[in-house]
């Protein structure tokens, strides 16, 4: 069982940057693959960024390349997502999600690939 815990959402304007923390209960966080997703109102859960378990391989969705990067600390059981440039339709409830892959190197972007999910936290970009 992982349990996982966003934070660092917030109200930005447009250009600004953030960076969202989700931390990870259990001594195996370096066994799951992590990945970052967002949700808008009225909208399907998408796909933002994921890393592998050590780290070794990252993966964006194109509307955010250059722009987001995913990273992580296993010493401190945490995944980030750093956000620059931020723009209006980045606003949406972002959730990390974590998919048990023991060593192998596997980044997945679909949401029903991962077995855990933190319950969110709201990022709004104003123009």
């Known amino acids: 069982q992982v349990q996982l815990v966003e934070s660092g959402g917030g109200l930005v304007q447009a250009g600004g940057s953030l960076r969202l923390s989700c931390a990870a209960s259990?001594?195996?966080?370096?066994?799951?693959?992590m990945g970052w997703f967002r949700q808008a109102p009225g909208k399907e859960r998408e796909f933002v960024a994921a890393?592998?378990?050590?780290?070794?391989?990252?993966y964006y969705a194109d509307s955010v390349k250059g722009r987001f990067t995913i990273s992580r600390d296993n010493a401190k059981n945490t995944v980030y997502l750093q956000m620059n440039s931020l723009k209006p339709e980045d606003t949406a409830v972002y959730y990390c999600?974590?998919?048990?892959?023991?060593?192998?190197?596997?980044?997945?972007?679909?949401?029903?690939?991962?077995?855990?999910w933190g319950q969110g936290t709201q990022v709004t970009v104003s123009s």
């Open positions: 259990g001594r195996t966080f370096s066994s799951y693959a």
């Open positions: 999600a974590a998919k048990w892959t023991g060593t192998r190197v596997v980044v997945t972007t679909t949401p029903g690939g991962y077995d855990y």
């Open positions: 890393i592998s378990w050590g780290g070794g391989s990252t």
